[in-house]
C-alpha cells in the first residue's frame, strides 16, 4: 500500500506544481506589459483611441482612422515628455525615469515613427485632420521648450505657468480629441454637437493634466514649474476639480436636453464623472505607486465602455 502511495503522489503533485508556474509566468508577463505600458506612455495612447471612439459614437458618425491616429500622436507626445523632463521627475517618478533612461534611445526611436506614421495616415482625412495631427506636437514644443523665452526675455516658458500649462495641453488634446474623428468622417458643417463635444473634451483634459500635479509638487516646486498644487495647495486644488466636475455635469445635462447626444450617452459620461469626483476626493493620495496614480485615465475606460455597450446594442 505504501509502495503504491509512493508511486502515485508525484503524478499528483504534478500538474498543481505545472499550474502554478504557469500562473505565475502569466502574471509576471502581464506585470512586466503594464510596466512598458505604463511608463512608456502606451497605456495613454490606448486612452485618447478610447476617447476617441467616444466622440465617434456620440457624434453618431462612422468609425475610422482616428482612434489610431490619435494614439500614434499620444505615445510620441507623451514618451518625448516623458525622456524630455526625466530630470526634473527624478524626485517623485524615480521607476518611470530609471525605465525611460535605460531605454532612451529606443523610446526616441519609437516615438518620432509613431508621430510620423500618424502624419502619413492623417494625408487620408484630408487636410484638416493632417493640421489637427500637427497640433499636439506644436504645442508640446510652446509647451515645454524655451522658445518664446528666446523671442521675449522676460517670459517663462508656457510650462511654468499656472492655468496657462494645463490650459494649453487641454486645449489641445480637446481640438484634437474632437475633430480628428469629424476630420476622417467627412462630415462637413460642424453643428452643435460637436461643439459640446469640444467643450466636454477640454473640461476633462484640462482636469486631466492638473490632477497629476498633486502627485508632483516637489518636483515641480524644484523645477520651477507652477501648478495649481503649487501655488495654491492640495485643498484648494481639489475643490477646483469638483468645479470642473460640476461643470462637465452642466455641458452633458445641455447636450441630453437639447438633445444633442443621447440620454443613454449622457448617462455614460455622468457615469465617468462620478469616477472622477471619487479620484478628486483623494487625490492627496497620489504615489508612483499606487493606483490613485493612473485612476483619473480610468474614466474613461468606464464612460468608454458604456458607450460601446450601448452602441453595440442600439
Sequence with gaps: MSTEHSRTQPAAD???GAFDTAVSGLASAFNDLWSVLRYSSGYLA???AVEMVMATVL???QLNLAPLVGGLITFAVYVTDRIADADDDELDKPQRVAFVRRHKQLLTVLGALAYGFAVTLSVFGGPLAFGVTMLPGAAWVLYASDF??????GMGRLKDSVVINSGLVAFAWAVTLTFLPVAFADMGPFNPAVGIIFVYFFFRSYLDAELPNIRDVESDKAAGVSTLPVKYG???????MYGIDLLTVGIIAIAVFGDLVPALGGLALLAGVAFSIVVSSRIDEFDENGWVSIAPDMEYVLSGGLLILIWFFR
Design 234 to 240: 492640495v485643498g484648494w486644488t481639489r475643490r477646483a
Design 148 to 153: 518664446l523665452p528666446s523671442i521675449h526675455s
Design 14 to 16: 504534478e500538474p498543481v
Design 46 to 48: 490606448i486612452i485618447t
Design 59 to 61: 457624434l453618431s458618425i
